[in-house]
């Protein structure tokens, strides 16, 4: 046994390890990480009117500034979408928690999402054309303010959510076929 260490001794003086050479050492930072993005209208939510009240003549209303701010070229609020989820939705949260903290600023900029509780708002919703089998429910209003057929609903469970959204999000905003 004395001879093993013996043996073992120098092997560890010549192959030792260096405390500070196997250290983790932080990964440099993305430039995308670390680059401030100059955003001039992050997404924002816009709570719709609540207790029965017309929700048509409100996301109507909503277009029309929006074709303004378009019009007029300066930028803005340019973009409106009507978003329907729950407080017990976990994508919802996940969604919604990402565009609050920023993390969406870009790639959702000039974006109004007309916000409703499903379990609030949810006869108002189907007499204005939005009703639907899964939430969280991203749908595109017609001049009139009432839902159209363009729209995404669903997502996966958990932290993947945005990122499962997104994707389906950006070719809705881009008048693409979504699947």
Same mark, same amino acid.
């Given at each position: 046994?004395?001879?093993?260490?013996?043996?073992?001794?120098?092997?560890?003086?010549?192959?030792?390890?260096?405390?500070?050479?196997?250290?983790?050492?932080?990964?440099?930072?993305?430039?995308?990480?670390?680059?401030?993005?100059?955003?001039?209208?992050?997404? $924002?939510?816009? $709570?719709?009117?609540?207790?029965?009240?017309? !929700?048509?003549?409100?996301? $109507?209303?909503?277009?029309?500034?929006?074709?303004?701010?378009?019009?007029?070229?300066?930028?803005?609020?340019?973009?409106?979408?009507?978003?329907?989820?729950?407080?017990?939705?976990?994508?919802?949260?996940?969604?919604?928690?990402?565009?609050?903290?920023?993390?969406?600023?870009?790639?959702?900029?000039?974006?109004?999402?007309?916000?409703?509780?499903?379990?609030?708002?949810?006869?108002?919703?189907?007499?204005?054309?939005?009703?639907?089998?899964? !939430?969280?429910?991203?749908?595109?209003?017609?001049?009139?303010?009432?839902?159209?057929?363009?729209? !995404?609903?669903?997502?996966?469970?958990?932290?993947?959510?945005?990122?499962? !959204?997104?994707?389906?999000?950006?070719?809705?905003?881009?008048?693409?076929?979504?699947?």
């Amino acid at each position: 046994m004395r001879r093993a260490w013996l043996l073992t001794l120098p092997c560890l003086v010549l192959f030792g390890c260096d405390s500070t050479e196997h250290q983790a050492k932080p990964e440099p930072a993305s430039a995308s990480a670390t680059a401030k993005v100059e955003v001039g209208a992050p997404p $924002r939510f816009l $709570r719709g009117p609540t207790g029965g009240a017309d !929700i048509s003549s409100f996301v $109507r209303e909503k277009l029309t500034e929006a074709n303004a701010a378009q019009k007029a070229g300066k930028g803005g609020y340019t973009r409106v979408l009507v978003y329907v989820g729950a407080t017990w939705c976990e994508p919802c949260q996940y969604f919604h928690q990402a565009v609050t903290e920023g993390k969406l600023d870009r790639e959702l900029q000039g974006v109004t999402f007309v916000e409703f509780d499903l379990d609030q708002d949810r006869d108002a919703l189907a007499s204005a054309g939005y009703a639907s089998r899964m !939430i969280p429910l991203f749908a595109l209003p017609d001049a009139a303010g009432r839902g159209t057929e363009q729209r !995404i609903s669903g997502s996966i469970k958990g932290p993947g959510a945005t990122a499962n !959204i997104l994707p389906r999000l950006d070719k809705l905003l881009a008048g693409e076929p979504v699947n």
